[in-house]
């Protein structure tokens, strides 16, 4: 079996991976909070845990994989929008808005990500739809000592948890000297974080054993973990920007809430993405959603493809060069696959993934790696010497293997090529335009013109417009053109 390398940033080291249960290796990875459109960097993460939840469906088998990846939809911005609803008269509560927002931009988010061909997770919990179980891990906490109840709030004791700070290698009292946070009269430490807070009557909330409200952030991911994955799982991933606090907060009161068990045993942080070598925002004029790359033109594989240049452990710079770059690639690629229509319309032979390519994705997901191997198995898109020197059956079976091992690397090649043959008729037409002229020289020698009648009739059937003059050979696509009729005949 493959040997699987991961960075486990816990422990500061790339280690073996080593599952709990082979048969159910588990992952969770941080969702997005619905409350718009994805921006670019809410991408990163999206494309790299899909890269890894694909290697290891590779390695351990697409049923034995599960994926988490959490929406957060309990949030002050989606909020202020349910709110804003409701001011312009909308009868309905402010709980069935927010229902309605959420549903909305999950549905952006569905269409985006998969435009970037990104797979489904196995689950997709929604925060609301855990609060029972956010409840009761709360209430444990309460009962052990590392919670406590005051004025409405329920609150973590950081103190309460000596390994504290340990994922992101700080230390309490230095947290405390160097960021921002929130001194309240109800918190006994500054560093101590919200469980559950009060709601009124304009937001949105929940019955609890501390009256009417919500839960913090935190409390979310480890409830869902739990409910879906176990106390214990494998692998926990995420943007770098939620190393601290949101994982160190994470881990805190998973372990507290159960201290037999591991909660995570191998964490995983993407780092964060520039635009042009600067950091994304508004003010700079630089910011920008998945969604408007896409109307733009930039195809969602070409985004991918950017992504996959950079290791995720390091800065993500997206540039224009690189666009146009990736788009030149792919256009290669799928141009040269829409000519072999014998790949195209049919069911492809398993001939397995390129070693090499599966070598580095297994080395701590290393894609700029993978995408230089994945190139130089591509013999076939230059029409190297080395490849057309094999039989047609070593050629068949190099084409397959590149197909599939582009796919591991998120890439739907066969999809893309039909796409490209479809929407580029005119260089099929091209193609049987010297045909004909080929043909008709061929039949002027021989006397023998039932070959170029033949190939004249079965265009037309195909949907397309013949004009033969004297001096030249003209088609056009016909209102009835059908491309695969026209691949048919090659």
């Not at 265009?459 to 691949?487: H, T, Y």
Request: charged fraction near 30%; aromatic fraction near 8%; charge should be negative.
């Amino acid at each position: 079996m493959t040997r699987i390398k991961l960075h486990n940033t816990k422990t500061k080291a790339k280690e073996l991976f080593a599952p709990i249960d082979p048969s159910n290796v588990r992952m969770y990875v941080c969702g997005p909070t619905v409350y718009d459109r994805a921006h670019l960097g809410n991408a990163r993460p999206v494309i790299v845990f899909d890269v890894l939840y694909r290697l290891l469906r590779h390695v351990y088998g697409p049923d034995h994989v599960t994926y988490v990846r959490n929406f957060t939809d309990v949030d002050d911005k989606i909020n202020a929008e349910a709110q804003r609803r409701k001011s312009l008269g909308d009868p309905r509560s402010l709980e069935e808005l927010i229902r309605e927002r959420t549903e909305e931009t999950i549905g952006w988010y569905h269409a985006d990500m998969g435009a970037l061909g990104a797979l489904p997770p196995t689950h997709e919990p929604r925060a609301t739809d855990y609060i029972s179980q956010m409840i009761g891990m709360i209430e444990g906490l309460i009962a052990s000592g590392h919670a406590y109840e005051k004025e409405g709030h329920v609150l973590f004791r950081v103190r309460s948890y000596a390994e504290y700070g340990k994922l992101s290698g700080r230390s309490i009292d230095d947290m405390i000297a160097g960021a921002r946070v929130e001194v309240a009269p109800f918190k006994e430490d500054p560093m101590d974080f919200v469980l559950w807070k009060p709601s009124d009557d304009d937001l949105p909330g929940w019955d609890s054993p501390w009256g009417r409200g919500r839960p913090g952030w935190h409390i979310e991911c480890s409830a869902m973990s739990e409910d879906l994955l176990g106390q214990s799982f494998d692998i926990h991933g995420g943007g770098i920007d939620l190393q601290f606090p949101h994982h160190e907060n994470e881990i805190a009161q998973s372990k507290c809430a159960h201290p037999e068990a591991e909660f995570a045993r191998v964490w995983m942080h993407n780092e964060m993405l520039q635009v042009e070598g600067k950091k994304m925002s508004k003010s700079l004029g630089n910011f920008f959603t998945v969604r408007d790359l896409l109307d733009k033109g930039i195809p969602g594989e070409v985004i991918r493809f950017v992504f996959l240049q950079t290791h995720y452990s390091k800065p993500m710079d997206w540039t224009e060069a690189k666009a146009r770059q990736a788009r030149n690639e792919i256009d290669r690629w799928s141009s040269t696959l829409a000519n072999r229509h014998h790949l195209l319309d049919q069911p492809l032979a398993d001939f397995g993934v390129d070693e090499q390519v599966l070598a580095a994705l297994s080395d701590d997901l290393n894609t700029s790696l993978a995408l230089t191997k994945l190139r130089a198995a591509g013999r076939f898109i230059d029409n190297s010497p080395e490849y057309l020197s094999l039989s047609e059956k070593a050629q068949y079976r190099e084409d397959c293997s590149f197909i599939a091992t582009a796919a591991l690397l998120g890439f739907d090649l066969v999809r893309l090529a039909k796409r490209e043959r479809d929407k580029e008729p005119s260089r099929n037409i091209g193609y049987f335009e010297l045909r004909l002229v080929e043909e008709r020289i061929s039949a002027k020698e021989t006397g023998n013109f039932s070959d170029l009648d033949a190939l004249k009739a079965a265009l037309v059937a195909a949907g397309v417009e013949v004009r033969m003059s004297k001096d030249a050979v003209e088609l056009r696509p016909g209102p009835d053109f059908d491309s695969a009729k026209l691949e048919a005949l090659k």
